[in-house]
């Protein structure tokens, strides 16, 4: 039965919600499973002409937020983070032309979700001033307007980042609702959108991959996939076991073979050559802050550098691509 749907995802046919479920219920060590993971990257290979992607995201700010998600190590709730601080304009000047310098195929501005959005703009401006005219630039902040959103893209973003999470609603205290508005308006706006089935751990269901997965598939992205959740020490959630790579290494297979042919991305972070090995063809550089961090310049623990992350895709067997990313550029 596994071998039937595996197939029929390889002939880039959408699988059935009963479907996308038997695929998640495939045990890690398990013939099957060794077969969804070559049809998995088999699938990437083919989408992305046989290359991969480092995409360096520059966290800009650390703030206690309302929204208190409880996977983040910025929720007022968890009390890691009890003081704000912000990265000097010319500091984020200065990471962004270093990771251009780097090869990075995208850079990413990332903020805490209530940061002043008049502000990120007048940081964006100057970044984008900074950097050669065909950089990729995407944005990776709270929830936005159609308004905002066209003013994004008027500032020389190509894209967004944005994920509706597991446990959105529950484990955050935004609804469902108002993140797939956002993508929506950031799609009126001609903003491209990259998402994941995002942050997993060992507390969620069958089920909920499953919804999630189905919803990173509607919105039609450039790239989706799967990241684990990183417990937070002293947190609710740090209860709950991290899942491992092997497993998110076949759950980001599954949500591979769930998407279709003119989705060219699938991702996975933290970067791991599991992952990569199993169809993850983009990885994530970090400096500055980090929602699963604990220090404010995420480089000195768990962020990887761009050289780090292409080191990892080359021990997977991935071309790095050269230049802007096919993901975002590709309409
Ligand atoms: S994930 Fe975003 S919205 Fe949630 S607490 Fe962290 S910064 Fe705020």
């Avoid at 479920?21 to 969804?36: M, R, Y």
């Avoid at 929602?291 to 997977?316: F, H, N, Q, W, Y």
């Amino acid at each position: 039965m596994i071998q039937k749907i595996i197939e029929k995802a390889s002939h880039h046919e959408k699988l059935t919600e009963k479907e996308i479920k038997d695929l998640f219920k495939v045990p890690v060590f398990s013939k099957d499973a060794f077969l969804l993971l070559w049809a998995a990257r088999e699938k990437s290979t083919q989408v992305s002409n046989g290359t991969a992607e480092v995409h360096a995201q520059i966290g800009l700010n650390i703030a206690p937020c309302p929204q208190n998600c409880r996977f983040c190590s910025f929720a007022a709730q968890n009390k890691v983070f009890t003081d704000s601080f912000e990265l000097p304009v010319d500091e984020a000047v200065f990471q962004a032309r270093q990771f251009e310098a780097d090869n990075a195929n995208a850079i990413y501005l990332m903020t805490t979700a209530n940061y002043p959005f008049e502000k990120f703009i007048e940081t964006s401006k100057e970044i984008r001033r900074a950097l050669k005219k065909d950089t990729v630039l995407v944005a990776n902040i709270g929830d936005f307007t159609l308004a905002q959103a066209q003013e994004l893209r008027h500032v020389g973003f190509s894209g967004i980042y944005h994920a509706v999470r597991l446990g959105e609603g529950k484990d955050t205290k935004i609804p469902l609702k108002k993140r797939l508005e956002t993508i929506m308006n950031a799609q009126e706006a001609g903003l491209l959108v990259g998402t994941c089935v995002e942050p997993v751990g060992t507390e969620h269901s069958i089920d909920e991959l499953v919804e999630k997965t189905i919803i990173t598939r509607d919105i039609k992205p450039v790239y989706s996939g799967a990241a684990r959740r990183i417990p937070i020490p002293s947190t609710m959630l740090a209860q709950y076991r991290a899942v491992s790579e092997a497993k998110i290494a076949l759950i980001l297979a599954v949500v591979r073979l769930a998407l279709g042919e003119e989705i060219q991305g699938n991702c996975t972070h933290e970067p791991n050559v599991v992952g990569a090995f199993a169809g993850a063809n983009l990885l994530w550089a970090e400096v500055g802050s980090n929602p699963r961090d604990t220090i404010k310049d995420t480089e000195k623990k768990r962020g990887m550098s761009v050289k780090e992350c292409a080191s990892i895709l080359k021990e997977a067997e991935w071309t790095v691509l050269s230049g802007p990313s096919q993901f975002y550029t590709t309409p």
